[in-house]
């Protein structure tokens, strides 16, 4: 507790009155009181509304104090951005340059966005940034391995030992975990299967935790447009792993942030539940191309690689990954284990839980959450038309 205590005063994080009234804090935060085991989130639906107060606005207070590990990523600054507007405290863990969380400082009030410099691998430190938090996010994720961090050390031991910590610190009343769309222990991307494994670490030692499970998100830092857009201008090309027919889900990030709060907002009814996110459009892997090229003003050429050569180019990053004494390049169009993982089609299950019982509409990608790659033409970004200038806006929410 000394060492918990002593961390935290360097970062300033002593409860203003108006939060501690709001959300009392005990000084015993592991101690006997709640056993190292035993789960202090609610075990029954129907415990009351998270946010208690407040008028919505960045200066009020909602009552979430919110730690969220992965804040520094691409969902991470439009979920921030979503919870300091209603008068949410956010806490922001980072490991690296100081630098990283500075862009979210400025989505609160002052003292709102506390950035928290942290080490995913000592317990101590993960505690300290958790220790005044009512709500945690884990959107911790990678999709490609770097020779210090694997698969399954990113995406399900970090997340199982979040729970854990979480389970013991007496206080958390929400727990989310952010999960992929096709996630599966029978996949054969070695990413979809330590994410399953991670879904199931999480609800075995929190059962009341809330899975979110979204499909490949579209948004202005997103990894599927940007890289397809700058392949194609740099070699005129885009290259279609098999015949580019697997059919996709692909989701607004906006979206995603929206989904998390509205189940922060709600009286605990999606507690324990797990949420397949996709988009309202299914499209294929070609069809989603043609939507970049037409964005982007450039005439589609495609070069089909079949599967079996596209591995090929792919493996010897993998294979050489810890065995050379430099780090490698990460990987964009030719991911080993994305190949993988995109070999079969990825779409929200029939009965899943999806967007419309959480009460969020998705909006289409063809219109403003695709404009972005207006800074891709060729003659600027006022080349041609965007899209918003041809769609109807009354025809996507």
């Known amino acids: 507790m000394q060492a918990i205590t002593r961390r935290l005063g360097h970062h300033s994080l002593r409860p203003t009155p108006s939060l501690s009234s709001i959300y009392p804090l005990s000084d015993h935060y592991y101690g006997g009181d709640h ?39 691409f969902l991470g600054r439009y979920l921030v951005q979503q919870l300091a507007k209603m008068g949410s405290q956010v806490l922001v863990p ?192 070609h069809e989603l191309a043609e939507l970049m090229y037409d964005m982007i003003r450039e005439w589609p050429r495609y070069v089909n690689v079949p599967l079996p050569i596209a591995k090929a180019i792919a493996m010897p990053r993998d294979v050489l990954l810890k065995k050379v004494p430099f780090p490698l390049p990460n990987p964009e169009i030719f991911n080993l284990d994305q190949i993988l993982a995109f070999a079969n089609d990825t779409v929200v299950s029939e009965n899943a839980l999806s967007f419309t019982d959480l009460g969020v509409s998705p909006h289409k990608l063809k219109g403003y959450p695709v404009e972005f790659l207006i800074q891709y033409r060729k003659g600027g970004p006022q080349f041609g038309s965007t899209v918003s200038e041809k769609v109807n806006p009354d025809s996507y929410p």
Request: net charge positive.
């Open 35 to 73: 056993p190292r085991y035993g789960s202090t989130l609610p075990s029954h639906k129907g415990t009351g509304h998270l946010v208690r107060k407040g008028t919505g606005g960045r200066s009020s207070v909602s009552g979430i104090i919110a730690t969220v590990f992965g804040a520094t990523g």
């Open 94 to 285: 980072f490991r690296g340059s100081e630098d990283n969380p500075r862009h979210l400082k400025l989505m609160g009030d002052l003292g709102q966005i506390v950035p928290m410099k942290y080490d995913p691998r000592d317990e101590n430190s993960i505690k300290a940034v958790m220790a005044k938090a009512n709500v945690v996010i884990n959107l911790i994720g990678r999709e490609y391995e770097t020779r210090n961090y694997s698969f399954e050390e990113v995406n399900h031991f970090m997340a199982e030992q979040l729970a854990v910590i979480a389970k013991e610190h007496g206080g958390i009343t929400r727990f989310i975990q952010l999960s992929c769309l096709g996630s599966s222990l029978s996949s054969p991307s070695r990413f979809l299967r330590a994410k399953a494994a991670g879904e199931e670490a999480v609800l075995k030692e929190l059962p009341e935790a809330t899975v979110m499970k979204p499909a490949v998100m579209i948004g202005t830092e997103d990894r599927i447009l940007n890289p397809w857009a700058r392949f194609a201008k740099k070699y005129s090309f885009l290259p279609l792993i098999g015949d580019g027919s697997i059919k996709i889900q692909p989701v607004y990030v906006n979206d995603v942030a929206s989904a998390i709060i509205a189940a922060l907002k709600d009286d605990g009814t999606s507690m324990g539940k797990i949420y397949e996110l996709g988009g309202p459009d299914i499209y294929t892997v």
